[in-house]
């Protein structure tokens, strides 16, 4: 990918990643932390756009929507968090590869996710804390997943007809 397109994706993904992370946010009390559906759009770029996107996209958008809505705290976690998910499906669910494959993939960027945060919220609350959160992160995953491949799939199809015009 061209260096301008890499950089046009690329803050397209951090800005569209933020925008999203903020519109919906279901608060966690117990960990300061909330439920999105930011990871939905992490996965679409990722998978349209490879590794760097996925990643960039995913880690700084999240982060950033942490840090405009007032949890700044999450901040650097969901950096790396957020980044390592892009990262996972950007490096191994290329937009060529059958649904079949990127559905495992997927699971595991989102599994990531959930696990990533699940060390942190111990570290930070205690076990008894981070066991509250799972159920939501879970919810968020399985949502991902669904929601990136409807989003995805869309994406190809427009796309499909579009160069066929062109």
Not at 25 to 35: E, M
Not at 80 to 103: D, H, Q, T
């Amino acid at each position: 990918m061209k260096i301008t397109r890499l950089i046009a994706y690329t803050g397209l993904s951090v800005a569209v990643v933020t925008v999203v992370t903020m519109v919906v946010q279901v608060p966690i009390p117990q960990t300061k932390g909330y439920i999105n559906l930011g990871d939905a759009v992490i996965l679409v770029f990722a998978m349209l756009f490879g590794a760097k996107v996925g990643m960039i996209g995913g880690g700084l958008g999240s982060a950033l929507a942490d840090i405009l809505t007032g949890y700044a705290h999450w901040a650097p976690f969901t950096l790396i968090i957020k980044g390592i998910e892009g990262l996972i499906v950007g490096l191994f669910a290329s937009k060529e590869m059958s649904a079949g494959k990127r559905i495992p993939i997927l699971i595991l960027a989102v599994l990531e996710m959930v696990f990533g945060y699940f060390l942190v919220e111990t570290r930070l609350y205690g076990l008894g804390a981070a066991l509250v959160e799972i159920p939501g992160n879970l919810i968020q995953a399985g949502s991902a997943v669904i929601i990136s491949l409807l989003l995805f799939y869309a994406i190809k199809r427009v796309e499909k007809v579009y160069t066929r015009e062109v």
